[in-house]
């Protein structure tokens, strides 16, 4: 007959080494651990119940800590559960079955927590694909081509980074969304394929601005040619947009072609500036040497010789500044006043030799009024519009002083 000894009010061992747990429903053998004291027999057993014990404190304190989602923690009690009842352990088993059970109304108020949460998550989500959307509907109207592709890439990535919530809702809000965004693509490329077109021919005209350009840029015809460069200025700039890049590069191009001939021509007007002042200081010095040897008319005949060979002298030099023409011409009427006033006070007296003389003078004004009117088709066929005003203004002189002159011959006749 074997002998028993208690060793705690959940368990008991006999002498040969069996352990057993006592629960409500009796004593349960859990093991032998043979040649120990009864005592270490027990505690073997007693710290596999620890172990137990251990674990139900730990899923306890996880739920508490909310370190579990609710289904997780059912998962691990029903486990637990399971290996309790027949734990080979000696405690209080039922007690920890106990406090499992306990965990159940906090689970339960756990899992409507976060039901309500995950309705409100998958309500936040909702309205933020709502709002992508909307977004994404406007920007497929929209005409910010560069801005508007950026953003599109943004609320792809935002949609990407979003849970799903009910498929039917959320198909619904993609098929919206990817809609857009096809939508806004395909009018994207249309506008693309469309300023491409318009590039090409902006292209295109802009080549032959510039072929047009090249043959102008070293002409000397200068007048014709700047009206020709200001035209071609008009037409570059209704041509339109050749693409920012192709622009610079064209632009380039056809402006080195202008700089060519402006440059040259301001250096043919400096030139000509430097010919018209020594024209001017020549001219000038020859209407002192007048007016001090012919002023005052003493003898007509020899006066009239003067200022024939004076105006003679005077007009083989060219054209003068424009400002200084009015002085000039100015003198050269008042010289002539001057003879032509001591020939009206000796016509009377005058032999035919000075009739023959006012003829002379006739026919030379006339002739420097062929020879200017011959320079004046030659500038027209230029295209020299200033030249052409300046020979204007002296033929109106020469046609003044021949005019004069056509009067005192026929005073003589």
Same mark, same amino acid.
């Given at each position: 007959? #074997?002998? =028993? ?16 747990? @006592?629960?409500?429903?009796?004593? &349960?053998? /859990? ?15 007693? &710290? ?11 899923? @306890?304190?996880?739920?508490?800590? *909310? ?29 920890? !079955?106990?406090?499992? $059970? ?12 976060? *039901?309500?949460?995950?309705?409100? +998550? ?26 508007? /592709? ?5 609320? !792809? ?6 849970? &799903? @919530? ?11 969304? #990817? ?21 090409? /021919? ?6 032959? @601005?510039? +072929? ?25 700039? %209704? ?59 003493? $003898? ?6 003067? !200022? ?15 400002? %200084? ?24 007296? =005058?032999?035919?030799?000075?009739? *023959?003389?006012?003829?002379?003078? /006739? ?38 002083? &021949? $005019?004069?002159?056509?009067? =005192? ?5």
């Amino acid at each position: 007959m #074997s002998e =028993t000894t208690p060793a705690a009010s959940f368990g008991r061992v006999e002498e040969d080494g069996t352990v057993y747990v @006592i629960t409500a429903d009796g004593e &349960r053998k /859990v093991g032998q651990v043979p040649d120990v004291t009864p005592a270490e027999a027990l505690t073997f057993f007693e &710290r596999r119940f620890e172990g137990l014990a251990a674990e139900v404190e730990l899923l @306890i304190a996880r739920v508490h800590n *909310k370190a579990l989602s609710p289904e997780e923690a059912r998962k691990s009690m029903k486990t637990l559960r399971a290996s309790i009842p027949d734990a080979n352990a000696v405690g209080d088993l039922q007690g920890l !079955l106990t406090k499992l $059970d306990a965990l159940a109304p906090e689970l339960d108020n756990a899992s409507e927590a976060r *039901k309500a949460e995950r309705a409100a +998550a998958a309500e936040a989500t909702k309205e933020a694909k709502e709002g992508m959307v909307a977004e994404a509907e406007k920007l497929a109207e929209s005409n910010d081509w560069k801005e508007g /592709v950026n953003r599109f890439r943004a609320l !792809l990535d935002e949609w990407k980074a979003l849970p &799903r @919530i009910d498929r039917a809702t959320d198909d619904d809000l993609w098929h919206r969304f #990817s809609a857009a965004r096809t939508t806004y693509t395909r009018r994207r490329k249309a506008q693309f394929t469309q300023w491409a077109e318009e590039h090409a /021919v902006a292209q295109g005209i802009k080549e032959q @601005i510039i +072929a047009e350009a090249a043959e102008l840029s070293t002409s000397t015809e200068w007048g014709a040619t700047a009206a020709a460069f200001r035209e071609l200025m008009d037409k570059w700039k %209704a041509a339109g947009s050749a693409g920012r890049e192709l622009d610079e590069k064209l632009w380039k191009k056809f402006r080195g072609l202008q700089d060519t001939f402006w440059a040259a021509r301001t250096e043919n007007s400096a030139a000509r500036d430097t010919e018209f002042q020594a024209n001017l200081e020549a001219k000038e010095a020859l209407l002192a040497e007048a007016e001090a040897t012919m002023l005052p008319v003493t $003898d007509v005949n020899a006066a009239r010789s003067a !200022l024939r060979s004076f105006l003679s002298r005077y007009n083989e030099y060219g054209n003068v500044p424009r400002a %200084a023409m009015a002085g000039l011409d100015a003198r050269i009427r008042a010289l002539d006043a001057a003879v032509k006033g001591a020939e009206e006070a000796n016509w009377k007296r =005058t032999d035919p030799e000075a009739k *023959k003389r006012a003829q002379d003078t /006739v026919e030379m004004f006339t002739a420097q009024i062929a020879k200017l009117t011959t320079q004046i088709e030659a500038a027209e066929g230029r295209g020299d519009k200033k030249q052409v005003a300046k020979l204007q203004e002296s033929i109106v002189t020469y046609t003044e002083w &021949r $005019d004069q002159a056509a009067k =005192t011959l026929a005073d003589y006749e």
